[in-house]
Antibody, heavy 124, light 110 residues
Framework: EVRLVESGGALVQPGGSLRLSCAAS????????MDWVRQAPGKGLEWVGR??????????DYAASVKGRFTISRDVSENSLYLQMTSLKTEDTAVYYC???????????????WGQGTLVTVSS | QPVLTQPPSASGTPGQRVTISCSGS????????VYWFQQLPGTAPKLLFY???QRPSGVPDRFSGSKSGTSASLAISGLRSEDEADYFC???????????FGGGTKLTVL
């Protein structure tokens, strides 16, 4: 069974830093893309960034709104995905979802599993 | 100006057919696949379609996805009360190297 469990959400002051974790299980972690997607309270979905799979050298891409402030990394030995967030702004307040971007022999197939989300609140 | 544009709301009565549109540009929908997600109240989103019109296992065939040019559509036939949810489209934008979601459409079953 595929499971994604996020942790690390907290209340943090503007300008502060926070690291979110996502524990993955039930699949070969290195074979698939892993994305972070966030949702501000009462708002729509916003893509945060992506860590591609081993076949694509774990390259990363980020939304313009977080580029230079957020960093995605993964520890394949621990089957864990991380989101390091720095210089946090009030507009970063959101539920952050860890998602799997399923890949098969034909390539990327979409964000097929989502965690339950972890809430990050940026406020003084 | 959002990159992907969806109507904020849609509605229908049980048994009706409802369509939700997603409009983009040549650098996103025009050149890349479209994905659709359903988010029921208080839950994480669920993948409804990948690669424009491919339905993951478990998604009823009452749901269908299509793409033409720089627009995509999600159609739901035989509307049921449990279809009441927020629906989001998404696509990669090759010019901006980002994934964009549409603003979401809140579907109400009257």
């Amino acid at each position: 069974e595929v499971r994604l469990v996020e942790s690390g959400g907290a209340l943090v002051q503007p300008g502060g830093s926070l690291r979110l974790s996502c524990a993955a299980s039930g699949f070969t972690f290195s074979d698939h893309y892993m994305d972070w997607v966030r949702q501000a309270p009462g708002k729509g979905l916003e893509w945060v960034g992506r860590s591609r799979n081993r076949a694509n050298s774990y390259t990363t891409d980020y939304a313009a709104s977080v580029k230079g402030r957020f960093t995605i990394s993964r520890d394949v030995s621990e089957n864990s995905l991380y989101l390091q967030m720095t210089s946090l702004k009030t507009e970063d307040t959101a539920v952050y979802y860890c998602t799997r971007g399923y890949c098969d022999t034909t390539g990327y197939q979409g964000l097929d599993y989502w965690g339950q989300g972890t809430l990050v609140t940026v406020s003084s | 100006q959002p990159v992907l544009t969806q109507p904020p709301s849609a509605s229908g009565t049980p048994g009706q057919r409802v369509t939700i549109s997603c409009s983009g540009s040549s650098s996103n929908i025009g050149d890349n696949f479209v994905y659709w997600f359903q988010q029921l109240p208080g839950t994480a989103p669920k993948l409804l379609f990948y690669k424009n019109n491919q339905r993951p296992s478990g998604v009823p065939d009452r749901f269908s996805g299509s793409k033409s040019g720089t627009s995509a559509s999600l159609a739901i036939s035989g509307l049921r009360s449990e279809d009441e949810a927020d629906y989001f489209c998404a696509a990669w934008d090759g010019s901006l190297s980002e994934v964009f979601f549409g603003g979401g459409t809140k579907l109400t079953v009257l």
